[in-house]
């Protein structure tokens, strides 16, 4: 009876300070409202566990900044970069040291067995660029003076394009060749390498 | 009027609460932002190997256990223009000598890549060469396939051989740790000596402070990447 008596107190007012606390003193929410604060916390916790398992499950690796380097030195003899291209470490095992200018990869050609494992290595000789490959999980900036380190592993045989995903900028007095700015990573099937060898041979 | 006396008194609860989690939180973002500790990147797993030393004897990674080593590789016939790391690994072994490393072993191990010319003799004679303590620093070699797939598989160092049978290397040092982790490569040359020493210093603080709550202390700034600024 008296609770019949409370609740209607509430909905005719009543004291302006004891109107915003219900029961035991807790802040009163409208039953809709909490329904949808309850929504809004389940959401915030399973978007924070899809991000864990994705981040655990799939694969996801973020490029680190392993390393840095004066890109007055790209060209200096002793630097990797200086020859950028792919090298094989061991069989199935490759590095790629890769350099982004204005507006080209070097190398803009790389081709790899099925199933191998590749590290990238890849800086900015000028301005920030990027490289997305197509359909694989590369993807990363490019920054002067710092090195991009990223390792994959190429499990499909086919053809791979990557582009510049940083619009890298307008230089006065000479044309826009940021869409100019792609390559083709192939990466090739077993029974296509034979192949190429028995047309050498 | 009950409830309006009551509601001051239940703002202390949740104040308390609010209190008492956000002082972890702070301390947290504290350490995080502050990096009171420093480590030394955890790049992956050393790659295993059975080698065999200027000795005869053979040597596996699992010898080296429990001990930080610093590898470097070479051949014994690197002159110019191949960049020779020994001096590093010389002022390495000086280094390690006057360290009180408290009762964790620093060991060196050098790789030779060539092994149809370095025979354990030439090993022995290059080891005198450079003044190498045998109780500090191994010389170790291995088949052409076996060393492709540890050097350059296992540490990523890319080498090729000529028709003369000359090596071509770019210069590198690598630390691992005594949990057969691999923690540092150096591929700078001469100039790396003193990030060498630092790094060496902070993996042998990491071993020492490994048990207990340092140890959790120690995972928590691998975790917010508290790494040395070059």
């Known amino acids: 009876m008296s609770e019949h008596e409370h609740e209607t107190q509430h909905s005719t007012g009543g004291e302006p300070g004891a109107e915003a606390h219900g029961e035991n003193g807790w802040l009163h929410v409208e039953k809709w409202e909490g329904v949808w604060i309850r929504v809004a916390v389940a959401m915030t916790v399973v978007f924070i566990a899809a991000i864990t398992v994705a981040a655990m499950s799939f694969g996801i690796t973020v490029p680190g900044a392993t390393a840095r380097i004066n890109p007055m030195t790209l060209n200096d003899p002793d630097s990797p970069f200086a020859t950028p291209g792919i090298r094989e470490l061991a069989p199935g095992k490759y590095e790629v040291y890769m350099v982004a200018q204005t507006w080209s990869f070097l190398p803009d050609r790389i081709e790899v067995p099925v199933g191998s494992e590749v590290t990238f290595y890849l800086t900015a000789r000028d301005v920030i660029h990027g490289i997305k490959i197509a359909n694989t999980n590369v993807n990363m900036m490019a920054l002067p003076g710092q090195v991009s380190v990223l390792r994959a592993k190429f499990d499909k045989p086919g053809v791979y394009n990557y582009i510049c995903h940083e619009y890298c900028g307008y230089f006065a007095n000479s044309p826009i060749g940021h869409h100019t700015m792609y390559g083709q990573l192939i990466v090739t099937a077993p029974d296509n390498a034979t192949e190429t060898v028995q047309v050498t041979q | ?230």
């Not at chain 2, 202390?12 to 990096?35: E, H, R, T």
């Not at chain 2, 010389?139 to 000359?166: A, C, N």
């Open chain 2, 1 to 230: 009027m009950q409830k309006t006396l009551d509601s001051p008194n239940l703002k202390k609860p949740a104040l308390l609460w609010g209190g008492l989690l956000a002082i972890p939180l702070l301390a947290v973002i504290l350490f995080a932002v502050a990096q009171p500790i420093k480590v030394v990147p955890r790049i992956g797993l050393a790659p295993g190997f059975i080698f065999t030393d200027m000795y005869g004897r053979q040597l596996t990674n699992e010898d080296l256990r429990g001990q930080i080593v610093i590898y470097n590789f070479t051949t014994t016939s690197c002159e110019a223009p191949c960049i020779d790391t020994a001096p590093i690994m010389q002022a390495l072994q000086e280094f390690v000598k006057q360290l009180d490393t408290g009762g964790i072993p620093v060991t060196l191990v050098t790789i030779s890549l060539d092994p149809e010319r370095d025979t354990p003799e030439r090993l022995q004679a290059y080891a005198r060469k450079l003044n190498a303590d045998p109780a500090r620093w191994h010389f170790v070699t291995g088949s052409p396939e076996r060393l492709k797939q540890v050097v350059g598989g296992g540490f990523e160092l890319y080498y090729t051989q000529d028709e003369h049978g000359v090596f071509y290397f770019a210069p590198m040092l690598a630390i691992v740790d005594g949990n057969g982790i691999l923690r540092a490569r150096y591929k700078r040359g001469l100039e790396d000596v003193a990030i060498a020493e630092r790094d060496l210093m902070l993996i042998l603080e990491e071993a020492r402070n490994s048990s207990g709550a340092a140890g959790l202390v120690y995972e928590a700034a691998h975790l917010f990447l508290c790494y040395p600024t070059y």
